[in-house]
């Protein structure tokens, strides 16, 4: 049966692939979720695009101010040492550590700027009913780097580093530091309101080969393929064609490619790796000539001796807790696919979104590094100096977030009995 004009637009749940109708919403903000596994769908919002607009704005120009002003100064008797934000970069370049210094410019400077812009140049041109040219190559760039623009771990790490420093020396923040934390919370108000309909709007663009089961029928049990970037429906036949997303021109695919296989490899890399990242130094710090590596856990059983035990318990939950837990997770959830399980098929995939959202938080211990190396460069007096471990951890914190990503949700619901 084709869809006709009174028809509903549908969309799929990208999480566990459940068909949805897309229906006027009253509720808070406008926003849908997915009725089984609870996933956002997308948000009916008149005024979601003059606010996105807005924000995005305000955070471009916050992200000047932080950038032109100095971040944090370091002041110990009559010696003061004032950062920049790019200054942690070229530090940790600097200290042997390009690759590094690389990941830190790309999380906390380069990725949330391309957001910023490449936001504003999809979104102005709506205003007046127009789609910029190369919207759907942007989306998808923009799509990929999301998860890996830091702005709000960078905030919590200079937090850290700030607390971290506040019995030897004092700190003085800077306008680039109030800029960059207004930064965060636009961007942060900016991507709650933005929905990939307010460039595409909602249309019925695909044919429904029978009519909608209430309930349980996913996407694929209707002859329907989900576009992975924007969530457009399209005919399963068209995969025989490859044809690209008539939106945003992604490659269509019903579940993300090899996801199983490659999923595994990252992990079993990531699992690797934690061993170096563990047993290597990943800092060292210098006082008055006296100082020597510390690793991960030295610095988290340093922080709780001192008496710093805030601090201690964020950076155990961030570089301890939250790698080695996503491991298991997500290692446990590709073997009750692998031995097609069915049992608790919302809590896996809640799981998964979970470790997901907090994979990367683990960056902070390396943002706290380049941070404190950055500020504390006074000879015998106070230096800190990145070591070899960083890198392997940050290695870990890259390999379980690719992980992350290759992995596909809708798998979970695919072992489930056809109803
Ligand atoms: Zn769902
Ligand atoms: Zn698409």
Redesign the pocket.
């Known amino acids: 049966m084709a869809a006709t004009a009174t028809t509903p637009p549908l969309i799929a749940?990208p999480?566990?692939?459940?068909l949805h109708q897309i229906t006027p919403l009253t509720g808070e903000g406008g926003k849908a979720h997915?009725?089984?596994?609870?996933?956002k769908l997308y948000q009916k919002d008149p005024s979601a695009l003059d606010r996105t607009l807005a924000f995005y704005l305000a955070a471009l120009i916050c992200f000047i101010f932080a950038n032109l002003y100095p971040f944090l100064s370091l002041k110990i008797g009559a010696r003061i040492e004032t950062v920049h934000l790019t200054n942690s970069i070229w530090t940790l370049q600097q200290h042997g550590m390009p690759l590094l210094g690389l990941l830190v410019l790309l999380t906390s400077l380069l990725f949330p700027l391309l957001m910023m812009i490449g936001h504003l140049y999809l979104l102005l041109p709506r205003k007046w009913g127009i789609t910029a040219p190369g919207s759907g190559w942007i989306f998808r760039l923009l799509h990929h780097i999301t998860p890996w623009s830091m702005v709000s771990i960078f905030v919590l790490a200079s937090l850290v580093a700030v607390v971290k420093l506040l019995d030897i020396a004092e700190i003085i923040p800077g306008i680039g530091a109030a800029a960059f934390v207004l930064m965060m919370l636009f961007t942060a108000a900016a991507e709650a309101s933005f929905d990939s309909h307010l460039i595409w709007p909602f249309r019925t663009s695909v044919t429904q080969p029978r009519p909608l089961q209430s309930g349980h029928s996913s996407a694929a049990a209707n002859g329907l393929i989900c576009c992975s970037y924007c969530k457009l429906l399209a005919p399963l036949s068209a995969l025989e064609h490859h044809p690209p997303c008539a939106h945003c021109g992604g490659q269509l695919h019903l579940r993300k490619p090899e996801s199983i296989q490659r999923t595994w490899s990252l992990l079993a890399a990531a699992t690797l790796l934690l061993i170096p990242a563990n047993l290597y130094p990943i800092m060292t710090v210098i006082r008055f000539g006296q100082g020597e590596p510390s690793t991960i856990l030295g610095g988290v059983i340093h922080l709780a001796a001192a008496g710093m035990w805030g601090l201690s318990l964020i950076i155990f939950f961030a570089s301890i807790l939250i790698p080695g837990l996503k491991l298991i997770t997500f290692s446990s959830i590709l073997i009750t696919i692998q031995f097609r399980k069915a049992q608790y098929p919302v809590d896996r995939?809640r799981l998964c979104r979970l470790a997901t959202l907090v994979g990367a938080w683990s960056m902070t211990d390396i943002f706290v590094i380049a941070l404190l190396s950055a500020l504390m460069k006074m000879g015998v007096v106070a230096t800190v100096e990145p070591n070899i471990g960083a890198l392997f951890f940050a290695a870990v914190v890259v390999t379980t977030m690719m992980a992350a990503e290759s992995f596909d949700s809708r798998l979970i619901w695919d072992t489930l009995p056809t109803p």
């Not at 999480?15 to 459940?18: A, N, Y």
């Not at 997915?34 to 996933?39: D, L, N, V």
């Open positions: 749940c999480e566990c692939d459940l997915c009725s089984r596994c609870g996933a995939t």
